[in-house]
């Protein structure tokens, strides 16, 4: 049976606002400073999944289970039992037989630029780099993001339920990212993952110096990178401890010099302190060896924690120091070679770290790449295996699945299927890390959001009426 009348429209959508979200009276903490930027207006469908399992397929679970024949129920959008064999009778469910396919966890891209850098590629569409100045903490990649992108549905056909929606790397201190769930949605707040948290994109290397460099201003070199973006957390420190006094004194106190007030709110900064309290995850774009130690010498002055790096195409040369402190790799399979900080990446990268203890991941960076990240994981295999360097089915899976939820700080809801996560499914013609594989359903919360054999309307109104299709 073929779940055709599963899949939502964007008109499930709506506008929620109170009176509270328009009070005049400025903020008192940082705390509610973060509260309001983030308050909603359009809230995403409510509308609960209904109850299906899917059995007879080959389950892999990304948490070390492959199940054949296996089954997953799934139940008010969340997985309910995960198990070998035949399911249980579930009163009012739909039993899916996907006997023959594959069943694994939605997939998960680290690093994406898709609805800043939208298609069509257009001047007017290039929201992604606030290239004004080296140091823009303050800009979010939400305030860029047009939900529009054909590009989202496309990655969704590909097997994709969640990314990271980053800046680019034009600037050292390059602004907030946002985790969104691949769901039609009118505003990118709607899209966002719940409970996710912001995250910081910081840029070492060439592309900052080469940027400003050509500007004939600072920072031109390496050396301009490390002392702009130590100065952004001294100033950030001093910042949060003028917002600390503020939050310790009376609330009817009168204001003085040591108050911070309305007027000394600076949006840059409040995400620097954000940062600094743990509250921030960063996310910093990194290619040699040298610049990620470096980064890590500045977060250790400045007192703050890397989630992970970016691209890292040498991170295997410090796979060790990189374990022993809990930083994470988003990297690629095979890309390498197109600058010069790019030159010394290997293909067993991704193998090397993950044997050394390095929670990785493959991400595109690519509006074409995140339509196959199950092959760039199945090069990794692939490049691992013909190397004799140990790296699992489920290993490689992780890569795409668990490891890049850690990165996202989302892994207690997504990237595994296992009791109680939110049931973001890819059923898989085949061998999922196959070159012709194809995903043929694919669920994100328990709906139904692309049928390969059900090529309904376009998400994008941008598409209506346009003849090329994917």
Known sequence: MKPRLWILAVSGFCLTASAEGFAAEPARTRAEAEARGHRAIEAGSSE???????????VLTAAGSRLAPGYVIVRDGRIAEVGAGEPVAVEGATILDVSGRFVTPGLIDAHSHLGVYPAPSFEAHSDGNEA????????WA??????????????VAGGVTSMLVLPGSANLIG???ITVHLVPGRGPRAMRLPGSPDVLKMACGENPKRVYGEKKAAPSTRMGNLRGQREAFLAAHKFREQWQRQEKSPRGAKRGAEHATPADRDLGLETLAEVLDGKILVEWHCYRADDMLAAIQLADEMGFSIRAFH???????????LAERGIGIATWAD??????????GVEQSAALLLDAGVTAAIKSDSPIDIQRLNQEAGKALAAARGNNLELSENDALRLITANPAWILGVDDQVGT???????DLVVWDRYPFSVYASAQWVFIDGHLRYDRALRGEPWSDFMLGQ????
């Open 417 to 423: 299927i296992e009791v109680g996560k939110r049931a």
């Open 175 to 177: 602004g907030r990212g």
């Open 48 to 58: 609960v999944a209904p109850a299906f399992v899917l059995r007879g397929g080959t």
């Open 142 to 155: 939400e305030h860029g993001f047009w939900p529009q992108d054909p590009g989202i549905e496309w990655a």
């Open 467 to 470: 003849e090329i299709r994917p």
């Open 132 to 139: 004004t100045a080296p140091v823009t903490s303050g800009v």
């Open 311 to 321: 691209h890292a195409l040498e991170a295997y040369k410090i796979r060790d120091i």
């Open 335 to 344: 890309w390498w070679g197109f600058k010069a900080e790019a030159f010394d």
